[in-house]
Nanobody, 117 residues
Framework: QAHLVESGGDLVQAGGSLGLTCKAPRMITSTFKSAIMGWYRQAPGKQRELVAS???????NYVESVKGRFTMSRDSSSKTVYLQMHSLKPEDTGVYSC????????WGQGTQVTVFS
């Protein structure tokens, strides 16, 4: 069983919305609760970047390019993190993955988001 399982990616027109989900089935609940979780994006030909993160206390931080458009949330009972994305732009295109920011786990396969204009 994978450490992290992402889903929800799709092909979407610019201006549209998507919701991504990431489950951490192998993480112990107490570990998940204390983890800083993050959503990462790897655009074509670029390095993976952290676009959103959330502390155990649900304090969220976003990279400037997605502020006001992306919202991250988490549910400890299901060991799941979410990323709601609105007003999508072509530059949001990439493979989105989640991971623990304070000590990465083996990466999941990610989920592809493609935004076309």
């Amino acid at each position: 069983q994978a450490h992290l399982v992402e889903s929800g990616g799709d092909l979407v027109q610019a201006g549209g919305s998507l919701g991504l989900t990431c489950k951490a089935p192998r993480m112990i609940t107490s570990t998940f609760k204390s983890a800083i979780m993050g959503w990462y994006r790897q655009a074509p030909g670029k390095q993976r970047e952290l676009v959103a993160s959330m502390t155990a206390g649900r304090e969220a931080n976003y990279v400037e390019s997605v502020k006001g458009r992306f919202t991250m949330s988490r549910d400890s009972s299901s060991k799941t993190v979410y990323l709601q994305m609105h007003s999508l732009k072509p530059e949001d295109t990439g493979v989105y993955s989640c991971n623990r920011v304070n000590g990465a786990l083996p990466w999941g396969q990610g989920t592809q988001v493609t935004v076309f204009s």
